[in-house]
């Protein structure tokens, strides 16, 4: 259990093909690019179908709300234990990061999404 949602992460940040971890699931690596938000049909190594049917993504919402409010539920607690900063001020930087962060948690709930319903098959990978 422990290595599969090592297996997730590793995924997530890589930006790679939950079923081989060699292909890329979005064209570019960096988020913050031109047409970083771009995802690739299939993976290029593999040619897993990432969007499994139509509307396959809209279950990853409910990963980039768990994302976001993660986000906030970690800058509310430390405001309270360490930094005591006015209320006001504590939205705006919790606002402002859950926008400046939104093409991040984007791909990764995408990729969680995915990595969800794939496991890793050798057979697809490169180290068969
Ligand atoms: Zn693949």
Not at 36 to 42: A, D, E, H
Not at 64 to 70: D, P
Not at 87 to 105: E, N
Request: include cysteine.
């Amino acid at each position: 259990m422990a290595a599969r949602i090592f297996e997730i992460f590793q995924d997530t940040f890589a930006n790679r093909c939950p079923r081989c971890h060699e292909g890329q699931v979005f064209e570019k690596n960096n988020p913050y690019t031109s047409h970083g938000l771009k995802m690739n049909k299939i993976c290029p190594h593999c040619n897993l179908r990432f969007e499994r049917e139509v509307g396959y993504f809209y279950g990853a919402m409910y990963v980039s709300y768990g994302l976001q409010t993660a986000l906030i539920t970690l800058f509310y607690t430390l405001n309270l234990f360490w930094w005591n900063m006015p209320p006001l001020w504590l939205v705006f930087i919790i606002m402002s990061l859950v926008i400046g962060l939104f093409p991040v948690t984007f791909r990764w709930s995408r990729i969680i999404w995915i990595s969800s319903f794939t496991r890793y098959d050798k057979e697809y990978s490169g180290n068969k």
